[in-house]
Nanobody
Framework: QVQLVESGGGLVQPGGSLRLSCAASGIAFSIVTMGWYRQAPGKQRELVASISRGYNINYADFVKGRFTISRDNAKNTAYLRMNDLRPEDTAVYYC?????????WGQGTQVTVSS
């Protein structure tokens, strides 16, 4: 079955950086669209960024210029590089995989931006 394993979250000071990773298994990774979502307490889950099989990339306006999504098909892994982190970026970040027939979610990784 499809599994998504996230890593890289943690506590960081404002202005700091983190890189999230999402390792996928059980699916032909190169043909899927990968995305990162986040959910802050009391708020709805929202799209942060996505990257298609053809490397078309979309970013939410609130992360443009600060976050970079990428993928390594040889490693079946998607990444989210987050720079210039702000307290409002604090949330649980979820990896999302859109397959041909259904979508899958990772377990989530906590990112906390605080001094």
């Amino acid at each position: 079955q499809v599994q998504l394993v996230e890593s890289g979250g943690g506590l960081v000071q404002p202005g700091g950086s983190l890189r999230l990773s999402c390792a996928a298994s059980g699916i032909a990774f190169s043909i899927v669209t990968m995305g990162w979502y986040r959910q802050a307490p009391g708020k709805q889950r929202e799209l942060v960024a996505s990257i298609s099989r053809g490397y078309n990339i979309n970013y939410a306006d609130f992360v443009k210029g600060r976050f970079t999504i990428s993928r390594d098909n040889a490693k079946n892994t998607a990444y989210l590089r987050m720079n210039d982190l702000r307290p409002e970026d604090t949330a649980v970040y979820y990896c999302h995989l859109q397959g041909t027939t259904r979508a899958y979610w990772g377990q989530g990784t906590q990112v906390t931006v605080s001094s």
